[in-house]
């Protein structure tokens, strides 16, 4: 699962609105007069105008008493949908910077639009199609264009740190859709809305949309579609521990696309596979896996998956023994996500080198790479990125020999993982018995299992204020 065209100027009184065409030439002119006036503002860092908020309301207000606020905010939502369209494919690719960078830069008026479809999504809307509708018939109703819109954002809204938004807006665009016929906007909003469920832990409502999301897209014949929400119906059992499940929906997936020359999803496919088997103790079926996935992304130029790769590949390769290259892998991947703003991989990176920092001695880099990693993680949302935090950190109490500091970290990361049904794989079960062995040694079985339950008892929140309190 594992980026201008011609401005019009509106004036009048009352409800009459008066469009004047500017030329090109002039744009530069009438700005600057705007600026001159204080009625727009000019960011040198974006190199973009902007109205000012009391112009904008006061725009706004001439707007809604025209009676043609619907139109225009239809016409700015098909023209943002055109552009998510087009930024989607180009997420996966070699100019995915600066496609994540663009949608970044009209965010706000992305937001606008997706207001506009909450707002506007029912059924009983009539005279619903722009004018640009008519020229892109295949927009249909607003509820399949905001569908549409939404069903674009996924990755970026992923990729950049907009989890729980993204969420909202999915759940928003939904409940005015109801039930409504398959088309390819619902079948792209429910895997999305899997998408960003699946990070924030909530596996069950994942898998629920993914399974919608698969059963439309085979409805409509939508085969990279359907191997795509087969894959993520994947990762969630793989995360849940049934393995042999997991193993069958990739390979499943992994047929289609490989028949279908669609080498991003194969890429994604490959690294699936490897970490089934890396998390199964087949370590060097899964780095075979890994490497093929790593090579693919490089040469299709996706960066985000091979960083995506790279850290899995990592975590392969330290459990075959092989520490430098695993940690090579991890500052690759690190590098490459924080080119690219890729705050949850960044932090996952963060985490696995932070046991690296330990063991070579550098106690606080670790710490310091570990409290980077949280603040992403809880702005997210990311529960299960939260147990494996726990976890790091009471590596870090071990070391500084407060033991039942340790224990109760780990009791606190055991029921966050009862919780929201995430099970260990076996390199991480390896590390914790070794914890567990340890703190065994040094506080007895009796006070061990003591601790264990009183960090049992905390809720996550309490857990890591806690682990930063630095005391008892």
């Known amino acids: 699962m594992s980026n201008a065209s011609d401005i019009h100027a509106s004036s009048g009184s ?30 040198q860092s974006t190199g973009r105008y902007r109205l000012t908020e009391t112009v904008r309301h006061y725009a706004r207000e001439r707007l809604m008493v025209s009676r043609e606020a619907d139109k225009f905010r239809s016409i700015h939502r098909d023209h943002f949908l055109i552009l998510a369209e087009e930024a ?25 639009a997706l207001d506009h479809s909450v707002e506007y999504s029912v059924s009983s809307v009539k005279d619903s199609r722009s004018n640009l509708n008519a020229q892109h018939p295949t927009l249909n109703t607003p509820a399949e264009a905001g569908l549409r819109l939404a069903g674009s954002l996924w990755r970026f809204w ?14 928003a665009l939904l409940d005015k859709a109801g039930p409504r016929a398959a088309a390819p906007g619902l079948g792209r909003a429910m895997h999305g809305a899997g998408t960003l469920a699946y990070l924030q832990g909530d596996y069950e409502e994942a898998r629920s949309f ?30 849940t521990g049934e393995y042999e499940s997991a193993r069958l929906q990739f390979e499943s997936s992994l047929a289609i696309l490989q028949e279908l020359g669609e080498l991003n999803g194969v890429a994604i496919s490959l690294t699936c596979l490897g970490n089934v088997a890396s ?43 092989n520490h430098e290259a695993a940690r090579n892998c991890f500052e690759m991947a690190l590098e490459i996500n924080r080119e ?4 949850y991989e960044v932090a996952l990176n963060l985490i696995n080198l932070a046991y690296f920092e330990r063991t070579d001695g550098r106690s606080e880099i670790a710490r310091s790479n570990l409290i980077e990693a949280l603040q992403i993680l809880r702005k997210l949302g990311a529960r299960r990125g939260q147990a494996d935090w726990l976890e790091a950190w009471a590596d870090i109490e071990e070391d500084r020999k407060q033991f039942s500091r340790a224990a109760r970290l780990l009791g606190a990361a055991r029921r966050l993982r009862e919780e929201i049904g995430i099970a260990e794989t076996l390199g991480a079960q390896s590390d914790l018995e070794r914890a567990m062995a340890t703190l065994r040694a040094k506080l007895g079985e009796t006070e061990l299992e003591w601790a264990i339950d009183l960090g049992h008892d905390m809720t996550l929140d309490q857990a890591v204020e806690y682990a930063l309190a630095e005391r008892d």
């Not at 950049?160 to 938004?165: D, H, Q, W």
């Not at 690219?340 to 705050?343: G, I, K």
């Open 88 to 112: 989607e494919p180009n997420l996966t690719g070699p100019h995915q910077a600066e496609w994540f960078t663009r949608l970044e830069t009209e965010h706000d008026n992305l937001r606008a």
């Open 14 to 43: 009352g409800g009459n609105i008066r469009a004047a065409s500017i030329e090109l030439e002039d744009v530069a002119d009438v700005l600057g007069l705007l600026v001159d006036r204080s009625l727009a503002v000019f960011d």
């Open 340 to 343: 690219l703003d890729s705050e």
């Open 158 to 171: 992923m990729t950049r740190g907009y989890v729980t938004e993204g969420r909202l807006v999915y759940a």
């Open 279 to 321: 998390d199964q103790g087949d370590y060097q079926s899964a780095r075979e896996f890994l490497v093929r996935a790593v090579a693919l992304n490089q040469e299709i130029g996706n960066r985000l998956l091979e960083a995506n790769a790279l850290n899995n590949l990592g975590t392969c390769t330290r459990n075959l023994g």
């Open 210 to 239: 993914f399974q919608r999301a698969a059963d439309i897209r085979r409805e409509l014949g939508d085969r990279a579609g359907e191997a795509g929400s087969l894959g993520n119906l994947g990762t969630v059992a793989h995360t």
